[in-house]
Structures are given as C-alpha cells and as structure tokens.
DNA sequence: GCGACAG
DNA sequence: ATCTTGTCGC
C-alpha cells in the first residue's frame, strides 16, 4: 500500500499549526532598523535543483554572500534523497529537511559564517495556513528567514484579477510594492519591483524574526536581478553541480 | 464539476 | 522543479 499524499496531509497540517506558535513575525536584530542595515554582513540563500525526470535525487545548496557587496563566502552543495513529494501548501515538508542539515552542516564547521538572515526560495506567512516553507525553515533553525516566491499563490482572496494587473503595472520603478491582503485584511506579503528593469515582481513575506517591512526593503537590496542575489547564486551553483556531476543524465540510455 | 496548484 | 537558443531591446 502506498501512503497516498491525503494520509500525510492532516499530520502536516497540525505540524504547521503546532510549530507556527513559535514563530516570531517582528524584528529581533538591531541590523534590522539601523540605518544602511548597518551591522549586517552575511546573506543566506538556499535552493534545490533537479534533474530532468527525477523529482526524487536532488542538488540542496547553500551560499553566504556579504552583505552589501554580495560576493561569495561560503557555499555548499549536497545530493539528497528527498522523503515527500511536491504538495501544494507543503513544500517544507519535502524542502526544510536539507536545508536544515546545510545550515547545521555549516554551524558545526564554521559557525562564524552563519548567515544573520536567510533568503528561502517560496513563500512565508503568504501561505494557505500562513505557515510557508520560509517560516518552517526559519522556526527550526531559529534564524532570521525572508520568504521570496517568484510566482503569485492565489491564496485567501488574493488573485491575479484584473486589480492585480492594475497594481502591477502602477509599479515604476525598483522598490515600488504593493501588500498582498488576505480577505480578512490582513496583509500577508507585499509585491515587489525588484530592479528598474524587471517588469513581474515578486512576492515577499515575513519567514521568521523579521518585519515585513524590513523584509521588503532587505530583499531590494540584494537585487541585481529579479531574484534576490543569494537565491539566484544558490539556484545557478546548485544547477552548475548537476551539471558537471550528471551530464546529459536520462539521454541515450 | 471546474479551476487553482510556492517549488 | 525541468524542457531550451537565439533574439530583441535598453
């Protein structure tokens, strides 16, 4: 008998509402008000990458980038076997596990480059149950966690309506964002022009022991790109380690 | 029944 | 997540 998904969905459920009494939604560090993000100087990213036809072996990475140059201090790639499939609205439950290992991996062997604040590649407290991979990681590693989805989660009454549209292109340049608010007016994110010359914005949420304000303006100033910087070196290190690890995997027998 | 569905 | 080179524009 397989376990069908449905049977892991209600433990899941009552995991995320069990370890959301811990989360910690405000700022906790004295970098996070100062002026500059004085006092802050390493950025976490963290990614997995896979191969084509293989949703089961994958590539989790780690990088730290300074803050605010954004150059390289530390990185990690490891291949993992992943335990749960992809579910909507429980994406930690397949990603948290080695991420988790990446950061402990790292606080055991160099734990003067533990990262002040992590940014994780989905969702936060814009989430179904308000409990994203974002805050799942940041919860269990206690760190600082900023949740970044480059793709609009159509959750509590926020969809991509002709508004949305609207709000969207009334976004001029980098930094302009508008809050993403659930039905009960709670806002659960913001939408961000990350860089003057990117049009789609992204969607940043609180991931733990952040406010989102400090989150929005933290995650523009690690954009060079759409993607703030340490996803984006993360995803293209852990997509450079497959491929000189798997070339050409599954072609020709 | 139909659509939506982070990565 | 992954499939994929060039090409148009600033």
Not at 83 to 108: D, I, N, W
Request: hydrophobic share 40%; with cysteine.
């Amino acid at each position: 008998m397989t376990a069908l998904p449905e049977d892991s969905v209600e433990k899941w459920k009552s995991e995320q509402a069990s370890l959301k009494q811990k989360l910690v939604e405000g700022d906790t560090e004295e970098w996070q008000t100062a002026p500059g993000f004085k006092g802050l100087e390493r950025v976490g990213g963290v990614d997995l990458s896979f191969i084509k036809g293989d949703d089961v072996n994958a590539c989790s990475q780690l990088v730290v980038l300074s803050f605010p140059e954004m150059e390289l201090m530390y990185e990690d790639s490891q291949m993992v076997t992943l335990s749960a499939p992809y579910v909507p609205g429980f994406l930690a439950f397949r990603e948290v596990p080695c991420l988790l290992e990446a950061l402990q991996r790292l606080e055991r062997t160099q734990p003067n480059l533990l990262p002040q604040v992590v940014f994780v590649d989905g969702n936060g407290l814009f989430h179904y149950r308000e409990f994203g991979v974002a805050c799942h990681l940041g919860v269990l590693a206690g760190l600082p966690c900023v949740g970044v989805a480059k793709n609009l989660l159509q959750v509590q009454g926020v969809i991509r309506s002709e508004e949305h549209q609207s709000q969207i292109r009334a976004l001029k340049k980098g930094g302009d964002s508008f809050p993403l608010k659930a039905a009960s007016g709670r806002v659960l994110g913001e939408a961000l022009r990350s860089s003057d010359s990117s049009t789609k914005p992204i969607y940043v949420s609180v991931g733990h022991r952040i406010s989102l304000d400090t989150a929005v303006r933290l995650t523009h100033a690690c954009c060079r790109f759409r993607v703030p910087e340490p996803i984006r070196q993360a995803d293209m290190r852990s997509r450079e380690y497959l491929r000189t690890h798997f070339p050409s995997a599954d072609t020709c027998g």
